[in-house]
């Protein structure tokens, strides 16, 4: 399984980004995918999931601002960010998990600028 991220950017605080990731190879249809990201020096962290029925769960520092969607037919998740903060720079990772496994796409950078 391979995912591809791709959408990050610069844009001014206020702005807004819309990430994408897609996951090709051989994947139970039952599964979550989601978004996570990482400044340096600290840990990753949950931005937001959604489950393959549709079910989503988001971070308390996003609500209200990022929407998490998907395409089951296309094996694709999207982040719509709206209302960027300065503090939601980071590397932004894409996550696949079924069963047993889990899977990390490349980190796809966003920078906020004040």
């Known amino acids: 399984v391979q995912l591809q991220a791709s959408g990050g950017g610069l844009v001014q605080a206020g702005g807004f980004l819309r990430l994408s990731c897609a996951a090709t190879g051989k994947i139970f249809r039952i599964n979550t995918m989601g978004w996570y990201r990482q400044t340096p020096g600290d840990e990753r962290e949950l931005v937001a999931t959604i489950t393959s029925g549709g079910t989503t769960n988001y971070a308390e520092s996003v609500k209200g601002r990022f929407t998490i969607s998907r395409d089951n037919a296309k094996n694709t998740v999207y982040l719509q960010m709206d209302s960027l903060k300065p503090d939601d720079t980071a590397a932004y990772y894409c996550?696949?998990?079924?069963?047993?496994?889990?899977?990390w796409g490349q980190g796809t950078l966003v920078t906020v600028s004040s």
């Open positions: 996550r696949l998990s079924f069963t047993r496994y889990t899977f």
